[in-house]
T-cell receptor, first 115, second 107 residues
Framework: GAVVSQHPSWVICKSGTSVKIECRSL??????MFWYRQFPKQSLMLMAT?????????EQGVEKDKFLINHASLTLSTLTVTSAHPEDSSFYIC???????????FGPGTRLTVT | DAKTTQPNSMESNEEEPVHLPCNHS???????IHWYRQLPSQGPEYVIH???SNVNNRMASLAIAEDRKSSTLILHRATLRDAAVYYC????????FGAGTRLTVKP
């Protein structure tokens, strides 16, 4: 199947700093990319959906000014957590898709720890 | 959003078949039924998906009820590597995860 990578796989940052997470579709062009967050022992929660060249659509309760999403090309999307706080510590997972109804391919996740 | 209901957990013995049920009584005609699984500290892995007909692939089989209000993921011979959380998801334009079923495989 198609491969999606994320970088970094883990990151530790200090409270108040910003962190950027990259998501790449390595062998296909993704019309749509998705960002999820997963807290320990919980399921994945959809944060936002982005289409290449368009502004991301954020889920209710997700602050768009805090979680900046850029989808500049068909193979790259970035999530920037601005002014991170300890409560932002989580497992962030991206996925990419050719579009409905096709399957989504998920990245390996990025573990963010804010100290 | 159309929701799915799955048992919280199931157990299986190694090399035996496993049937993981999913109820989705509010499914609409355009919803595809997707199954993913997730191992600890990893991203979800695609397993199988279907619309109306039963589907088979190298990983599993998907049996879809005639009224589409339920489906069953079938692992024909469970291995220890199949221990994971299995998610049944109705997909339109995006994918929203429920709690899933935690499958334990006993040797």
């Amino acid at each position: 199947g198609a491969v999606v990578s994320q970088h970094p796989s883990w990151v530790i940052c200090k409270s108040g700093t910003s962190v950027k997470i990259e998501c790449r579709s390595l062998d296909f062009q993704a019309t749509t990319m998705f960002w999820y967050r997963q807290f320990p022992k919980q399921s994945l929660m959809l944060m936002a959906t982005s289409n290449e060249g368009s502004k991301a659509t954020y889920e209710q309760g997700v602050e768009k000014d805090k979680f900046l999403i850029n989808h500049a090309s068909l193979t790259l999307s970035t999530l920037t957590v601005t002014s991170a706080h300890p409560e932002d510590s989580s497992f962030y997972i991206c996925s990419a898709s050719y579009g409905a109804p096709y399957e989504q391919y998920f990245g390996p996740g990025t573990r963010l720890t804010v100290t | 959003d159309a929701k799915t209901t799955q048992p919280n957990s199931m157990e299986s013995n190694e090399e035996e078949p496993v049937h993981l049920p999913c109820n989705h009584s509010t499914i609409s005609g355009t919803d595809y039924i997707h199954w993913y699984r997730q191992l600890p500290s990893q991203g979800p892995e695609y397993v199988i998906h279907g619309l109306t007909s039963n589907v088979n692939n190298r990983m599993a089989s998907l049996a879809i009820a005639e009224d589409r209000k339920s489906s069953t993921l079938i692992l024909h011979r469970a291995t220890l590597r199949d221990a994971a959380v299995y998610y049944c998801i109705l997909k339109r334009n995006d994918m929203r995860f429920g709690a899933g079923t935690r499958l334990t495989v006993k040797p």
